[in-house]
């Protein structure tokens, strides 16, 4: 099941962590096939903003909102990427998608665009408090 499942969202108070669960079978296609796997967040009328990408070399890319404070793992065994996010703010608060394509970008600097992605999750809810 390609098809990305998240899990993990909830409410938390700012300065808060939580940790995002995505389950793919992307971990364990074809050991041949390249593929990046990428954390994606939105808020209603917004563009859909790329948080963090990891490849199948294990190359992250991380957004500069985000530095320092969301960390991205792969648990291959349990075909599930995780996001732990910590030190929360109120602008974190967003529907958190994960999304899966093969091969990798062609170019680094595309692996956070959303456009490039064609396998996506339903998404799991944060919302951070003041």
């Known amino acids: 099941q390609v098809l990305p499942v998240e899990s993990g969202g909830g409410l938390v108070q700012s300065g808060g962590s939580l940790t995002l669960s995505c389950a793919t079978s992307a971990f364990t296609i074809n050991s041949g096939t390249s593929y990046c796997v990428a954390w994606f967040r939105q808020n209603p009328g917004a563009e859909r903003e790329g948080v963090v990408v990891i490849d199948d070399d294990g190359v992250t890319t991380y957004a500069d909102s985000v530095k320092g404070r969301f960390t991205i793992s792969v648990d291959g065994g349990n075909k599930t990427l995780y996001l732990k996010v910590n030190s929360l703010k109120p602008e974190d608060t967003a529907i958190y998608y994960c999304?899966?394509?093969?091969?990798?970008?062609?170019?680094?600097?595309?692996?956070?665009?959303?456009?490039?992605?064609?396998?996506w999750g339903q998404g799991t809810q944060v919302t951070v408090s003041s």
């Open positions: 999304a899966v394509r093969f091969p990798r970008v062609l170019r680094p600097e595309w692996a956070l665009r959303a456009d490039e992605y064609v396998f």
